[in-house]
């Protein structure tokens, strides 16, 4: 089957072409400059969150979204049923909590989030 044509990267005045949106040097530039930026990694990169996490997706295996519908789909995200925005209370609260696939929560963290034309609608930066 065949591929796309190789673009260039979207770094302003880099020359290389690349299948992606950055070339390699830049992908891996823009990928530091995003986790550095994000609010909440020192939740999210704590060694509680991890453990809490993994004894969470162990308790619910499956994806609660994909459940609903009458699929059987092994989770792998622990989501946040209402958006912490920070809250740490929020955070940490197990009964805020719920296993879903990558796809689900992906979905529908697009959805709150507003990477769908309704952006700042759950965080400010």
């Not at 809250?87 to 992906?106: G, I, P, R, T, V």
């Not at 507003?114 to 700042?120: T, V």
């Amino acid at each position: 089957m065949p591929r796309k044509p190789k673009r260039m990267c979207s770094h302003p005045g880099c020359p290389e072409l690349t299948e992606g949106r950055y070339c390699e040097k830049h992908q891996k530039e823009e990928s530091i400059k995003y986790n550095t930026n994000r609010p909440s990694k020192h939740l999210y990169g704590s060694s509680r969150w991890k453990k809490l996490r993994k004894e969470f997706l162990l308790a619910h295996p499956l994806c609660e979204s994909c459940k609903g519908r009458g699929v059987v789909k092994a989770a792998t995200v622990v989501d946040h049923i209402k958006p912490h925005k920070r809250n740490e209370e929020l955070f940490w609260n197990q009964s805020n909590w719920q296993a879903l696939c990558k796809q689900c929560h992906d979905t529908k963290t697009a959805k709150e989030d507003g990477r769908w034309g309704r952006k700042g609608t759950v965080y400010t930066y």
